[in-house]
């Protein structure tokens, strides 16, 4: 179905119920993932539980500081979890590459597209890449989300036709879970529903996000072009199965829009690396959302917040203060400034450098 994959594997699928990680259910998935890369699709393992591995080795004084916590837990349980997964998928006769990274590697196209060069260099030498976030050098400012933003920005940066988020429950429901009648929304299509009423918004034990954060980078990345499926990885064979037949699977799909460049891709997940914001008029926000290719002209915009010079990214707000998109602007603010009442200026923005979000987000 898919040739190339991005897996993201949530704490809460890895981690034992007394701390420490879950080996049995970390082979399972291993023999799977190692299937399908004898099958020859190409995949990215982006795998939560350094944390999580930490605390089954550690015991760490309550009174130190949850961001020293987290540095020292994530150190020590990384180097187990890398161990583990080399181990087991050397039984398979496959090679691994550990990635780590930090959000700092995506501010600039350049990083990009360095780090698209390491995985590409990977995937061609027929090395499977373990994807982490490094929580021993990154702070609050610079952090992902969680590995749900990290694993969707992978998917993006490398052209892959899916992601799969495995979490420990089935996938996005239309209730309360534990009540009776509440099912599985099998089908997203973006901007289509107000998913919040939904979605709890609390967080695990072992990870940072909750549902509300896997459904924002779900939408966010199906935008994209990317096909999205949140499903349970404690459910046996789920892999295989989303892989084979995923309309069988309970779990659901946000299905993606056509697909975007690549300018585009690295665009939707910079909104930290923004320098300024534009606010622009309902007339603008109605052109932005029509099915016709759209540049913000100076004409919709009614403020400016910030500066910024040529090339820098810009945050495109509405006037009730929602985010509706990243653009690369074409010229500086003074320029902006001086041509505001020219109706025939040139775009702030050209299409070809926005990235516009679901309107539901």
């Known amino acids: 179905m898919y040739d190339t994959i991005t897996i993201k594997i949530g704490s809460n699928v890895l981690a034992s119920d007394g701390g420490g990680l879950n080996e049995k259910r970390v082979s399972e998935l291993v023999d799977e993932i190692a299937n399908l890369h004898k099958e020859g699709k190409k995949i990215i393992l982006v795998s939560s539980g350094a944390v999580a591995s930490g605390r089954g080795i550690l015991q760490v004084d309550s009174k130190m500081d949850q961001v020293s916590q987290r540095q020292l837990l994530s ?3 990384q180097v187990k979890l890398i161990n583990l997964y080399a181990s087991l998928f050397e039984k398979h006769k496959i ?12 501010r600039t196209r350049g990083h990009y ?68 009648g509440v099912e599985v929304i099998r089908q997203i299509q973006a901007g289509k529903t107000d998913l919040a009423k939904y979605i709890s918004t609390s967080k ?15 939408r966010k990345t199906a935008a994209s072009g990317i096909q999205v499926h949140i499903a349970n990885g404690l459910k046996p064979n789920i892999l295989t199965e989303l892989t084979k037949n995923s309309s069988e699977v309970v779990h659901t799909h946000f299905i993606g829009d056509q697909p975007s460049p690549a300018i585009k891709k690295w665009m939707a997940y910079s909104e930290g690396f923004t320098k300024a914001e534009i606010v622009i008029n309902k007339g603008a926000i109605k052109a932005l959302y029509s099915s016709k290719a759209t540049s913000v002209l100076l004409a919709g915009v009614t403020a400016i917040n910030g500066q910024f010079k040529k090339g820098d990214l810009l ?21 902006a400034e001086k041509h505001m009442n020219d109706p025939k200026y040139k775009p702030l923005i050209h299409y070809d450098y926005l990235f516009v979000f679901p309107e539901i987000m």
């Open 204 to 218: 695990s034990n072992f990870g940072r996000g909750g549902m509300l954060t896997k459904c924002r980078i779900a």
């Open 315 to 335: 945050k495109i707000m509405g006037e009730d203060g929602h985010l509706l998109g990243i653009g690369k602007a074409k010229y500086d603010r003074e320029n």
């Open 113 to 180: 597209l360095n780090m698209k060069n390491c995985l590409s260099a990977l995937w061609d030498n027929n090395v499977l890449p373990i994807v982490n976030e490094n929580d021993a050098v990154s702070v609050t400012a610079l952090m992902f989300t969680d590995n749900d933003e990290l694993s969707g920005m992978m998917a993006a940066m490398m052209d892959c036709e899916a992601l799969y988020i495995l979490s420990n429950i089935d996938g996005i429901f239309n209730g309360n879970p534990t009540k009776e």
């Open 75 to 77: 150190s020590v349980g």
């Open 95 to 106: 090679n691994v590459g550990q990635v780590l990274v930090t959000k700092e590697d995506f």
